[in-house]
């Protein structure tokens, strides 16, 4: 098949795994059988169809995320490409199983972590491949992105979110999510009903002085740390 093909044909894909998503499963479950509350979002609006990453505390694998993925395509009806989003993934969490294969062709962008993997904790080099396709992401349209870089709770933010912002000088949007893990019946399985979960967009974070300068370590210590007054759990 040549690249032009399987562009065409990955496009529609993507467009076939969101419109079930919606029809299927975001729909009747987050309105139906249980409560997503959404604030905040009037900003979608507003917001380039480029250059943007929204950063949010993590507590599933998927159910946040497409939540995130009903309100820019569902509730506020944004085109399926404009803006092109995607969701940031671990690399051997989007290969466990044809769902989550699926998924990646929905919008997954894949990168080895270098501190945790399979549950367990390693060390190893950073996975600049990865890194790269997140960044492509952010240049060319909008990505969720998960700063903790895992589901467990109370995980600190990781300091590379940092400097991924001032490499891309992307618009940064947290997103407190709450919730979440009341829906999983069993593992990282949906079924529980008659659940609230809250999404909270908030506005932009400032970082004009921080892209305007040269990367600091301590500089960037500052924007996870104000970064983390959002996202992080209430103790």
Known sequence: MSNLASTFADRWLRRGII??????FTIPYFRLLN???VTGDRIIDTLPRKNVVFLSNHQTYFMEAMAIFDVVYVRHRLPLEDPFMRFSAATETMKQNLLTQLFTKGGGVTFRRSFREGG???????????IAKVEEAIATGWLLHFPAGTTQKGAPLRPGVAQLLHRTKAVAVPVRVDGFRNLLLYRQFPGKVLKKCRVALHPPLDLAK??????????????????????????
């Open 210 to 235: 921080f892209y305007a300068a040269p990367y600091h370590k301590d500089a960037g210590a500052e924007v996870v740390e104000g970064l983390s007054s959002i996202l992080a759990d209430p103790d």
């Open 120 to 130: 367990k904790d390693v060390k190893r080099g950073a996975d600049f491949q990865g």
């Open 35 to 37: 409560g997503v509350h």
């Open 19 to 24: 419109t079930s998503l919606a029809l299927g």
